[in-house]
């Protein structure tokens, strides 16, 4: 069966599938941004990703969401979709103590995403105001990126920029040294 993806659009949906979601594009249209968007099938894979890479024509990232032991400290993490996530090494980019993936329930407390839907846009909520943002270097780099809009069927492209100014800070820019899958 063939993965669907939309045409590329622009605006915000007609219907949010979350709060997190209306919030985004609530933000983007204030803020005054222009951005594209598709609807796709869960964009969860990296063949669901190669999908979506062509529909924009732009490289989609991965965002993970990480947390210390305590679950008291949490890492918004920006990185290339084709390159493998170590977490040994995360942590000593940052200087800190080996980190874990943060469960659904988190996400969905402090980015209000489900698991394969975390998006630096998660970043706007006041529950994730706590949250370090990190980006890899060569990803904070690209003139635009591809991620979600809170769902794993939505995605948008947007200039890092306009990324940064929507939500009113820079990443922590390191360095993942994984070859690209």
């Not at 990803?139 to 069927?153: F, S, W």
């Amino acid at each position: 069966m063939a993965f669907y993806t939309s045409e590329v659009m622009t605006g915000a949906p007609e219907h949010f599938k979350s709060e997190t979601q209306r919030l985004i594009y609530e933000r983007l249209e204030k803020e005054g941004v222009d951005y594209t968007r598709i609807e796709s099938d869960p964009g969860i894979s990296m063949d669901d990703c190669l999908n979506i890479d062509r529909a924009f024509g732009i490289r989609t990232v991965k965002t993970i969401l990480l947390t210390n032991r305590q679950k008291n400290k949490f890492w918004l993490y920006v990185t290339h979709a084709r390159k493998a996530f170590i977490t040994k090494e995360f942590g000593a980019s940052l200087g800190i103590p080996r980190v874990s993936f943060a469960d659904e329930g988190l996400m969905m407390e402090i980015l209000g995403t489900p698991h394969g839907a975390a998006t630096p846009f998660g970043l706007l909520r006041d529950e994730a105001k706590d949250v370090t943002f990190v980006m890899d270097r060569d990803v904070a780099a690209r003139d635009k990126i591809v991620l979600t809009d809170g769902d794993a069927c939505g995605f948008i492209a947007i200039s890092n920029v306009e990324l940064f100014r929507v939500l009113g800070r820079e990443p922590i820019l390191i360095e993942n040294p994984a070859e690209e899958m």
